[in-house]
């Protein structure tokens, strides 16, 4: 397995279960690359901080203090009950999982203490993800974003966000020339509700403009960006 944890893991993760009267417990994690660096896989917020089922909905969809991701958490077993996940999906499913079990949390803790560490090996199922189908990522977000509209109407500005996300990572990374028509419309039809919006970060504000008017564009950009971003030092484990 790519991953391993702190000897404490399960234990510090239950009393904070217990202490906390809370569903689901969430912890930090990092990223550890062949050259020895270890990078946080959370924005790091340095205080353990309690959420009640809208605030734990929006970080999902914000992924600030934390994400979809299914690893670095405890859940009781009853807010799990038959959930399950979706054999059907064959990118995504964390998303869906997350997004279904964490509906049913009264309360989340969550901990910038890091007691999971994962690996970053380049022939992982995560870092070949863009080289595969990636429409059942965009398919699983959108149904979150219909879902949001329907009954988490102070989360569908959050929804749109995540949603043009996952747009625009599949246009970085995928040739997908065939439907760049309908992702561009997309992305128009939400344009006011992303720029208006004051949890969108300038950079993807600016990155939604330039998407509007072409992804060839925006591909072109993001693609001459990410040569000097610090991720370019990291060295993946073969």
Known sequence: ADDYIEKDYFEYLLSLINGHCADIAVCDYDFIYK????????????????YNTNQAL??????????CSSASRMYKREI??????????KNGEDINFSWNV?????????????????????????????????????????EIKDECCTYYSDLYPDAVYRYAQAVLEVVEHSNWDNKMKQFKSEIRNNFIILVKSGNVTKEFKFAII????????????????????EETKYYLFE
């Open 35 to 50: 050259n020895g660096i270890a990078k946080s896989g959370n924005k790091r917020l340095g205080n353990l901080i309690s």
């Open 58 to 67: 929006q970080q999902i969809l914000l992924r600030k203090a934390f994400g």
């Open 210 to 229: 330039v998407s509007s008017i072409s992804l060839r564009i925006y591909r072109v950009i993001k693609n001459l960006v990410n040569k000097y971003r």
């Open 80 to 89: 799990i009950s038959d959930i399950s996940f979706p054999v059907d999906v």
């Open 102 to 142: 964490f509906k049913n949390a009264k309360r989340v803790v969550f901990s910038p203490e890091t007691k999971y560490h994962y690996r970053q090996r380049s022939g992982s199922a995560v870092h070949s993800l863009y080289n595969n189908d990636r429409s059942s990522v965009i398919n699983v977000v959108r």
